[in-house]
């Protein structure tokens, strides 16, 4: 790759891009219990699930949910933690690619995506059940704790318009 060339990651740009927008409100400055209380749960909720599963779901809802700075993130860390590139650009499509997957991989993403975008109100019975066959219980719990955590962080990012493109994976939010 050369300098020239506008494929190099945007965090190191050598073309005229967009410049970057600002960002509405630091809502971890204005509240910071919340933030500390946010931060306290995301820990909780990782607890006992596989750091690359758990940087698929964030990732995912992530996307569902058209927030930058958390798929900035967490593609980062994922890749970070040891994901394939291949993988990772591959989870927009994971329903038409689910050769990249394991089965309980599957199940978590669908699983995501049904808390996540909440269209008919609930969470259907199947893919509640599919989960359930791939995660013992507690797992389970974790996981659904894992998947509204990230829903949550994802309407901070979204609604004070954080900016993408400056974190470093293991970093802290």
């Not at 291949?86 to 394991?102: G, P």
């Amino acid at each position: 790759m050369t300098t020239n060339d506008t494929t190099t990651a945007t965090t190191t740009p050598t073309a005229e891009y967009a410049p970057e927008h600002s960002p509405r409100l630091n809502w971890a400055k204005l509240a910071p219990d919340v933030y500390k209380a946010m931060i306290r749960l995301d820990t909780a909720a990782q607890r006992g699930l596989d750091p690359k599963l758990r940087e698929l779901v964030k990732i995912r809802a992530s996307q569902l949910n058209h927030c930058a700075f958390c798929l900035d993130m967490h593609t980062k860390d994922a890749l970070a933690a040891g994901e394939s590139v291949e993988r990772v650009v591959q989870l927009s499509a994971w329903d038409e690619s689910r050769h990249f997957y394991t089965e309980k991989e599957l199940a978590a993403l669908e699983l995501t995506e049904a808390v996540t975008v909440l269209t008919d109100g609930f969470v259907p019975d199947e893919v509640y059940e599919r989960a359930a066959k791939h995660f013992e219980e507690a797992e389970l719990a974790q996981l659904i704790a894992a998947i509204t955590v990230i829903n949550a962080w994802n309407r901070f990012g979204v609604t004070c318009r954080l900016v993408p493109g400056h974190y470093q994976a293991g970093q802290h939010k």
